[in-house]
């Protein structure tokens, strides 16, 4: 081995390298977010989903209702699934809360689930208005940058 020496030398460093992210943090983790709700978010005190499920899964929620939206028509989403596992013609609805015609009778009204319109604006941004303080909070933590907003309008700060 005659270039033993450069060889170590420039494993050290290439070592040194690679760890020097992890020893410049020295074990430091940055301080999760608190996204902060806005009145009306507490008011309702449910979300469309549990909150430890929209945390992890909202992006995969919006996307399914993106496609079943504009691929397949269907506009709502109900809190009771197996409702709209029905065909259309059933379907019948009469409130956009909760309230779903049996069959087209129209004396009986069971309430079966909270239904909800599949739309980013409308639904999600009618509680979570603060987009900076809510949305942004948890996705710059992530280092992530959702295309929402390349379709969608972004909501007015509402203070």
């Known amino acids: 081995m005659y270039d033993g ?15 020097s992210p992890f020893f410049y943090n020295a074990g430091k983790v940055a301080k999760a977010p608190d996204p902060e709700l806005t ?3 507490k008011e309702a005190k449910e979300c469309v989903a549990s909150k430890p499920y929209m945390k ?4 995969q929620l919006l996307d399914e209702w993106r496609d079943e939206a504009v691929r397949d028509g269907e506009r709502y989403y109900s809190t ?13 609805m009469y409130e956009l809360r909760g309230f779903i015609a049996d069959d087209g009778k129209k004396d009986k009204k069971p309430k079966i ?12 941004m009618d509680c979570h208005s603060n987009k900076s303080k809510f949305c942004d909070e948890c996705h710059n933590y992530v280092g992530v940058t ?14």
Do not use: N
């Open 56 to 59: 992890a899964w909202h992006m």
């Open 113 to 124: 689930g909270k239904v909800y319109l599949k739309s980013l604006q409308v639904t999600c």
């Open 39 to 41: 009145e009306k978010a």
């Open 5 to 19: 020496g450069k060889i170590i030398t420039g494993l050290i460093i290439g070592i040194g390298l690679f760890l």
């Open 146 to 159: 959702p295309y929402c907003w390349d379709c969608h309008i972004e909501p007015e700060e509402k203070k």
């Open 80 to 92: 009771d699934r197996k409702t709209w596992e029905m065909p259309l013609g059933k379907r019948l």
